[in-house]
């Protein structure tokens, strides 16, 4: 009973963390106080989350490592640090939510970094979502109608993730092009949310992506391959097409 009490606290700590990300990638339409707060928000959430998961960082350090784990071990490292970064750098800058530790880095750096790791804690934190979908879903397309328009469906929002992901210049905040995020404050609240979910689905689907590849490259899978490949080639297909449409 207790066991299933902490999936169940689990499951919503993890659902919070993402609507509270999604609404933090959305700065035009919260503004800055209301961001300051659901940062410090997500950032009581994400303590908690640690909390619940003390056990994985507990065995660490035990066991072998196959691709698998090395890969996640590697993607929630590399989440932690950049959402670590993320929290002190908007904390640097606060005005609203702890002005006492305004200053506490310099503000030039602060906002630098707050903009390029927000970025990268939004991707990374996609695949490591991703990472769990393949446990998370086992079982449930056993019928093959229901497998194709499930395919069809991840290929067509996975190409239009990152059809905005490109249009919405995210690339140059990854990689420090410019210092200075650009938000079409005119654009639809929904939209905006719209967009960002894609995105955040997109990565997903490569986080997804990662276990069932190493599982049918273990196994010499050639129709689970077959079949990733189909979805790449799905979702590349449409970025191409709203790349010449719109």
Known sequence: ?????????????????????????????TG??????????MTAVLILHHILNLKWYASLFRGKYNAYRTVTVVINTLLLVSITLTALCGMAMSAYAVPFMYG????????????????????????????????????????????WIAAAAAALVTGI????????RIPDYLFFRTPFAFFDY??????????NLSILTAFA???????????????????AMTGIAALV?????????LSLII
């Open 161 to 168: 993730g990152f059809w905005c992901f490109f249009r919405n």
């Open 104 to 147: 506490m880095l310099p503000v030039t750096f602060a906002r630098r970094f707050h903009l390029v790791m927000s970025f990268w804690s939004f991707v990374l934190m996609g695949v490591h979502l991703g990472l769990h979908v393949p446990a998370m879903t086992a079982g449930m397309f056993r019928n093959g109608k229901a497998k």
């Open 205 to 223: 689907f490569l986080g997804a992506c990662c276990p069932v590849t190493i599982r049918a490259l273990g196994k010499h899978d050639d129709r």
């Open 1 to 29: 009973m207790q066991a299933k009490k902490t999936r169940i606290i689990k499951r919503i700590v993890d659902v919070s963390m993402t609507v509270l990300l999604l609404f933090l990638m959305a700065y035009q339409v």
């Open 186 to 195: 005119e654009k639809a609240a929904v939209v905006v949310f719209l967009e």
């Open 233 to 241: 080639i799905g979702a590349a297909v449409v970025v191409l097409v």
């Open 32 to 41: 800055e106080k209301l961001h300051e707060w659901i940062g410090i928000g």
